[in-house]
């Protein structure tokens, strides 16, 4: 049964880049299968990854819709269709990667959801971690794409309005009684600890504090990856101690 670690909050507190370099430091480790998935169709995962897209679940779904004559014969459109999205798969060295896309066709956006329900059940056998970058809206929670977890990573900035979202997540989780193990907050992108009564008010621990990075920066003004990020950066060094703690019972061996 893998290791799964979902990251949410509200949009641009850095969602992505704390998910791609999550899947970067366990990918080093070399301590069990890793898989990333890109659940949010607005997010760059794999270019975050310095990885090209193939086709993702979204972009799939829509070309079967559109050209049945695609399915091959003796083959349902189910069948195919989970073909296609396995082979859809990017395999990297160290981690593999997973993009859901946004679908076209109206209905398609509740099939693709039921699509990565099925699939995250069935890969949760093949990987023994498996890191989801959900969307900011927190559709995919709302939807119980996600079912299970055994870290929750929320993300937020220093501003009230990433806290607030956090606390919505909580809520949410807590509503639809999605089972996870343990919930953190990380801040982001924070010199130092702000609201200290908003932040015990969730009731979560807070598990670290990422400070700007320069190094990140940089990289974002050259258009690299975040694979290019040096381990002697800040960002880098406090991430590898969240992953330790977020692990647990897994240290590095």
């Known amino acids: 049964m ?8 509200k949009g641009g507190t850095g969602k992505t880049t704390i998910s ?15 898989l990333g998935i890109d ?36 083959m349902t459109k189910d069948a195919y269709i989970d073909y ?10 160290g981690f593999d990667l997973l993009a859901m896309g946004r679908p076209e066709g109206p209905g398609c956006y509740c099939f693709v959801n039921n699509l990565l329900r099925t699939l995250l059940k069935r890969l949760a056998d093949d990987y023994d971690y498996i890191v989801i970058d ?22 937020s900035d ?9 606390k919505r997540i909580i809520n949410l989780v807590k509503e639809l009684e999605i089972e996870v193990r343990k919930v953190y907050l990380l801040l982001n992108r924070c010199p130092q600890i702000f609201l200290k009564d908003k932040i015990e008010e969730l009731g979560v621990e807070l598990i670290g504090v990422i400070p700007e990075d320069e190094s990140l920066l940089s990289l974002s003004r050259q258009g690299k990856s975040i694979t290019h990020l040096e381990e002697s950066s800040q960002a880098y060094k ?3 101690n969240i992953l330790d703690k977020i692990l647990g019972v897994r240290p590095q061996q």
């Open 2 to 9: 893998s290791f799964i670690i979902a990251i949410a909050g």
């Open 20 to 34: 791609s370099l999550l899947v970067s430091l366990l990918a080093k480790r070399k301590t069990g299968t890793v």
């Open 39 to 74: 659940a949010d169709p607005n997010s760059n995962l794999a270019e975050s990854l310095g990885l090209k897209t193939k086709d993702d679940i979204g972009t799939i779904v829509d070309f079967v819709a559109k050209n049945p004559a695609s399915i091959p014969t003796g």
């Open 84 to 93: 296609r999205i396995q082979t859809s798969i990017i395999e990297e060295d």
């Open 134 to 155: 959900n969307e900011a809206g927190f559709e995919h929670l709302s939807r119980r794409t996600m079912r299970r977890a055994d870290r929750l990573l929320l993300v």
């Open 158 to 166: 220093s501003s009230e309005a990433g806290l607030r979202a956090a």
């Open 238 to 240: 406090e991430l590898k």
